[in-house]
C-alpha cells in the first residue's frame, strides 16, 4: 500500500531542489506479500524477506530506508537487521494511531547519537540499537 501511494504521487513530482529526481532514480526494494511486480525503478522482494534484507545489506551503496511499513520493521528488528532508528515526533496529539512497537517486540536497548529540533517544532531522534556501531547498512 505504501508503494503503490508513493509511487503514484513521486512518479510525477518535480521540485527545484532536486529531491523528487533522487526520490525517483533511487532503486527500491518493495517488501510485499501481495504484489508480484513493481515499476518505478523498484524490485519485489520475494520470499524470506529477512534472508534478502540481509543480502541488500551486504551489497555496496547506500542505506536502506523503510517507509510506513510497522509490521516490516519489526519483523526487520526481530533478525538484528536494524542499525538505525529516526523518529519524528510532532507536536500534535491525534489520539489514535498504530503503535511501531508491539508487545511481541523484542526489548532493544538504544543510544541517541543525533536530535535536530526545528522552528516547527518537529524534533528528530536518531538512535543506534545500543550494541551496534555507526556505518552498518
Given at each position: 500500500?505504501?508503494?503503490?501511494?508513493?509511487?503514484?504521487?513521486?512518479?510525477?513530482?518535480?521540485?527545484?531542489?532536486?529531491?523528487?529526481?533522487?526520490?525517483?532514480?533511487?532503486?527500491?526494494?518493495?517488501?510485499?506479500?501481495?504484489?508480484?511486480?513493481?515499476?518505478?525503478?523498484?524490485?519485489?522482494?520475494?520470499?524470506?524477506?529477512?534472508?534478502?534484507?540481509?543480502?541488500l545489506?551486504?551489497?555496496?551503496?547506500?542505506?536502506?530506508?523503510?517507509?510506513?511499513?510497522?509490521?516490516?520493521?519489526?519483523?526487520?528488528?526481530?533478525?538484528?537487521?536494524?542499525?538505525?532508528?529516526?523518529?519524528?515526533?510532532?507536536?500534535?496529539?491525534?489520539?489514535?494511531?498504530?503503535?511501531?512497537?508491539?508487545?511481541?517486540?523484542?526489548?532493544?536497548?538504544?543510544?541517541?547519537?543525533?536530535?535536530?529540533?526545528f522552528?516547527?517544532?518537529?524534533?528528530?531522534?536518531?538512535?543506534?540499537?545500543?550494541?551496534?556501531?555507526?556505518?552498518?547498512?
Amino acid at each position: 500500500m505504501t508503494y503503490e501511494a508513493f509511487a503514484k504521487a513521486w512518479q510525477s513530482m518535480t521540485d527545484e531542489a532536486g529531491f523528487a529526481d533522487r526520490m525517483n532514480s533511487l532503486p527500491k526494494y518493495v517488501a510485499s506479500t501481495t504484489l508480484q511486480e513493481a515499476e518505478w525503478n523498484s524490485s519485489v522482494i520475494k520470499g524470506d524477506v529477512t534472508k534478502e534484507v540481509a543480502k541488500l545489506k551486504q551489497q555496496p551503496g547506500q542505506d536502506l530506508l523503510v517507509a510506513g511499513s510497522g509490521q516490516l520493521v519489526r519483523t526487520l528488528m526481530q533478525h538484528d537487521l536494524v542499525d538505525e532508528y529516526r523518529f519524528m515526533v510532532h507536536p500534535v496529539v491525534i489520539g489514535r494511531g498504530t503503535r511501531l512497537f508491539d508487545e511481541e517486540s523484542n526489548k532493544t536497548a538504544l543510544q541517541l547519537v543525533d536530535h535536530v529540533t526545528f522552528d516547527s517544532g518537529v524534533v528528530i531522534l536518531t538512535y543506534h540499537p545500543a550494541q551496534k556501531k555507526a556505518g552498518g547498512r
